[in-house]
Every structure is written in C-alpha cells, then in structure tokens.
C-alpha cells in the first residue's frame, strides 16, 4: 500500500482572505496576517508541515499496548506510595508525561520539533498539554497499528511462504476481512495526520473518530465475530499441514517480528477497537465539561461502545448456541423433557458438587456415605440437577427449576463442617413442588461463586459501583487473565474494578469501572488500590463519562419529535476512486 505519509502531504494547506497556498514541508511558505490574528495563532499555524508521524513511528501496536498498560500501573503505584520503575514522588500530570517518554513509548506532543518551535509550551497550562497529548496519543497510536497491520499484510498474509501453503478457504478462515481492516485504518489515519499538519494546536479528534466509527467501523465487527473460527481452524491448520507449521515458526522468528507471535497480529484488530473506546474516554475525562469537545467525545465513545458491545454480542452468540448445543447432545430427561436450545438462554456455569444427604451428626458429616455426587447446569433463566453417567460422557437430567425461583442460604456460620456448605432451595421444580438440596464443594470460593451465580440478586460483601459510594474497595489488574469458566472475568493489565466479592482462598469478584462487566478472577493477578485520592478519581471520572452520556442521551429523548439536532460535520481528507 501506498505510504500514508506521502499521501497527506499536499493536504496540509495554508488559507487566507483571498490567498489559497499549499505548505512545502521543507520551505514553508509565509501568509498574509489577517486583521485580528495573534503572533501566537500565526506561530502555531505556520509551524503546519509534513510531520511524518506515519514514518516516525517505529513501534509495533502490540509493543506500545502493552508499554502503555504498564504505564498506567507504574503511574498508579507510584501514588500509591510503592516502589516504582523510578524513583522520587512527582505531580501527576508531569509522571505522567516521563513515563510516557519511556522505551517502546510513542512519542509525546510536546517533544515534536514543530511544537518547541511555536513557543506554545511556555503559554500552555498543564492541563491544556495534557489534554494535547491524550489526542495526540490517538493519533500515534493509530500509526503503530497500522504498522503492525502492514506487517500482518507483508510479512504473513502476501507472504509466499504462507499462501503456497495454504488452500484458498484456509487463507480466508486465517485473515477473514482483515483487507477492509486495513483500508478502514487507512482512511482514519489519513485524516487523522491531516488534522494535525493543519494546526499543531490540535483542535479536536473526536469529530473524526465519530465519523469514521458510524461509516466505516461495521468492518471490524465482522471480523472480531469470526474470531471464534479463525481460532479453531488456526489450531487445526497447525495439527495438520506440517508445511505451514514449519514456515510459520521461521516468519515468527524473524527480527522484523521482533519475537512476537503471528496471533498477536491477528487479533490486532479488536485490541483496537477496545483501546480506542478507552483512548476517547480519556479525551472525554479531559475536556472541558459542557463544551463543543466534550459533545464529539461523548457522540464518538457511544458510538464506539455499540461497536465494541456489538462484537461482545457476536461472539458470545456465537460461543453460546455452540454451547447449548453440545449441552443438549449429552442430556437424558429421567421423565419431563425440558427444551435446552433457546435465543434467549445461555450457560452461566457447570460443574460438580457433593449432595449431602442422611441424618446430619459430626461422626456421619465425616463419612463418605453422606455425599453423593451432582452435576449442576445453571443457565440464565433454568437451572438442571443432573447426575453423571459411569462413562461420564452423558447426564440424567433428575431435577429442573426456574432460575427465578431459586433460593440460597450460606451455612459458613454453623461450623467449620459445613464452611463450604450452603442450602439450594427450589420453590417451584419440574414436579411443582418446593424442594431443597444441601450441597458442599470444594473450596470456600467454588461455594460463594455458586451461591452468586445461582441468586445473583443476593448482596454481596461490598456494594456495586452503581451504589457511587465515595471511598469502595478498588483493585488495578497488573497481569492479564483469560476466563476459564462461564462466570469468570477476563481482565486485562492496567483495568480498574470494584470489589464485590473476596474469598479467603484467593478469587474475588469484581465489576469494571469502564464497561461495567462482572465476573470472577484470581487475587494474584491484581493489587489493590490504597490511596483514597487515587480511588477518588477514578470514581469521579467514572461518574463524569456516566452522567455525561446519560445527559446526551436525555437530551435527544427531549428534542423528539423536534428537528433533531446536528451531529459534528466532518469532511474526509480522502475520496474513494
């Protein structure tokens, strides 16, 4: 593909009253002063020039992602008064901005050459650089994944070594629509570099990332849905073509890779998309409230948020239909058959459990002969009591129950015998009758987690985010965790949660501050937040994004019926031929 660097530079054009001239990168050619321009203003607009963002970033999306993460938690440990990659204690704009100029670092705004030049650091507050930065890091940021996406594209997907290796359906189970992925980034990174060599006082980026978000973001939808696939038939390539295997090993080793894995590549696409909701966010914390900023903001997250809820959706659609209907394959109904396949029903969790039965004395709570082995299946609206067959490939269904009819008492409290046990009470089963089930597991947490999943509405040890308490318990994941089962949380490095739950055998539950997703995941993959100012603000920011999305969105249920009001007109730098 051709350079986008060399594509923007003539669209980085000088306008006066009656004088239209294109900016020479190399001799920058001088304007007429308006009546009423600024030293300053002509400074600023004078210092537009090929910046060449596109060719001087040199730091693959995958690096930067990771680097940027990593920032956040040094940031926070800092402020938190533990022992750093640095040392000293520094206000936290300025850390933010050193940490920013680390290895594997984008470049920062203001140490572009044309930004010293303009003399725009000595009249800027802190705050206003800040903000200057957080856009400029969308754009740069923007650079080093279509870097790494022009890598995907030469070093794997054009690359002979693979496609003579490969059938064509293969070829498309492994890159999907990643081509439209491409020309997506292109255009958004075309404009995005023009705004920037129009002024080097960034004006806004919002505009443009709502723009290009409702026309032409549809296309990583597609491709996060098909994922799923590509993952699978990925595997089945590697099991059986020997060839592929081989040449994929060689291109990963490659110092152009530098050692990353031809997966992290193929995955890039929604690592963007939920980067860039967050990367707008961060714009939105910044701006100023009730100004013509914080309204692209607050239109370019939402839209942002449907892209990304919709491929959580797709996927999860598609995972969970495959689910049930596998569950339904190793279902034997003992007398009422219950339709498993539903639209509208999905796995929440599975596993087994200890029926307790018999007289309940301290000599028969230690024998074996009480407990008797039950699979439970808990979906979102039906819960099934089953028991496993001795080839343990198939289960009779024994009990069924609405999930809404379902009760739960802990019996922690009645002695260490039964601190794993709790009562699951059915008022309604599949007989219309109230029965109940004394059920122990494994661990103190196996328990809390089947208690939550089973009675969700029950309170939890710590109140919801929802509840805006001032100083609630927070954790920042500092290692990523991939769920292993349906009621877990997958968490990613530099992610804020409230706690909801904590076991004493290392599990908590937590809710994310900036998506509002729940689920379980392993205490040594996170640290607590200890400063109350730090807790504070994440709190206060979380509220500001909320409250300003809700005040959007009951603006434009009030204006209906009235003529609807304009959205940012924004006007591509590009054509398509």
């Not at 990593?70 to 940490?99: F, K, N």
């Not at 705004?109 to 000595?122: M, R």
């Not at 002024?199 to 990583?220: G, K, M």
């Amino acid at each position: 593909m051709e350079e986008l660097s060399e594509r923007t530079t003539s669209a980085c054009t000088m306008q006066d009253n009656d004088i239209h001239t294109t900016a020479d990168p190399d001799n920058i050619t001088l304007r007429l002063v308006r009546n009423g321009d600024s030293p300053q203003k002509m400074a600023v607009e004078n210092s537009c020039r090929n910046l060449n963002i596109v060719k001087s970033v040199d730091v693959l999306y995958q690096e930067y992602r990771d680097t940027s993460k990593q920032q956040e938690i040094e940031q926070r440990r800092q402020r938190d008064g533990l022992p750093t990659a640095g040392s000293g204690v520094t206000a936290v704009p300025t850390l933010q901005l050193q940490l920013r100029n680390s290895m594997h670092s984008l470049s920062l705004w203001q140490n572009l050459e044309a930004v010293k030049d303009s003399g725009l650091l000595k009249t800027l507050e802190t705050k206003e650089t800040i903000l200057q930065e957080a856009m400029f890091e969308l754009v740069t940021s923007e650079a080093s994944y279509y870097k790494s996406l022009e890598l995907l594209e030469t070093h794997f997907l054009r690359n002979p070594l693979l496609v003579n290796t490969l059938s064509q359906s293969d070829m498309h189970f492994l890159f999907s629509n990643i081509e439209d992925i491409m020309k997506a980034s292109e255009r958004f990174l075309m404009d995005l570099e023009h705004r920037i060599e129009e002024s080097i006082l960034i004006s806004d980026v919002c505009d443009i990332v709502h723009f290009h978000a409702v026309n032409h973001f549809q296309v990583f939808i597609s491709y996060v849905i098909n994922q799923a696939y590509q993952e699978k038939n990925y595997r089945r390539i590697l099991q059986e073509n020997a060839i592929f295997r081989e040449n994929i090993s060689i291109l990963e080793k490659q110092p152009k890779v530098k050692g990353l894995s031809f997966t992290s590549f193929l995955i890039l696409p929604f690592q963007r998309i939920t980067r860039l909701k967050l990367l707008v966010q961060n714009i939105l914390k910044k701006v100023e409230e009730n100004s013509e900023s914080e309204k692209t903001a607050i239109l370019a997250h939402q839209e942002l948020e449907r892209i990304v809820k919709e491929c959580n959706e797709g996927v999860r659609k598609m995972s969970r239909t495959q689910e049930l209907i596998s569950i339904e394959k190793t279902l034997e109904f003992k007398s009422k058959s219950v339709p498993v396949i539903s639209h509208s029903r999905w796995l929440l969790k599975k596993g087994e459990v200890q029926q307790m039965s018999g007289p309940k004395s301290t000599r028969t709570m230690r024998s074996r002969k009480l407990y008797h082995p039950i699979y439970l299946f808990l979906f979102n609206n039906l819960l099934l009591i089953t028991k496993r067959s001795s080839s343990g490939e198939k289960y009779q269904v024994l009990d069924s129950c609405s999930r809404s009819m379902l009760r739960t008492e802990d019996l922690e409290d009645q002695g260490q015998m039964l601190a794993c046990a709790f009562v699951l009470k059915l008022l309604e089963n599949q007989e219309d009758r109230e029965v109940s089930y004394m059920l122990k597991t494994e661990s103190i947490s196996d328990k809390l987690r089947w208690i939550y999943a089973l009675t969700p509405n029950r309170r939890t040890r710590f109140l919801s985010t929802s509840a805006h308490q001032p100083d609630s318990a927070q954790v920042q994941c500092i290692q990523s965790y991939s769920s292993q089962e349906p009621d877990e949380l997958s968490v990613e490095m530099a992610d804020v949660l409230h706690i909801l739950e904590c076991t004493d055998d290392g599990w908590m539950l937590g809710e994310r501050l900036h998506d509002g997703e729940r689920g379980w995941f392993p205490i040594r993959v996170v640290e607590r937040i200890k400063s109350a100012e730090v807790r504070a603000q994440n709190l206060k920011e979380c509220q500001r994004i909320q409250q300003a999305q809700e005040g959007a969105q009951g603006s434009r249920a009030a204006s209906r019926g009235r003529r609807p009001a304009k959205s940012p007109q924004y006007t591509p730098t590009w054509t398509d031929l």
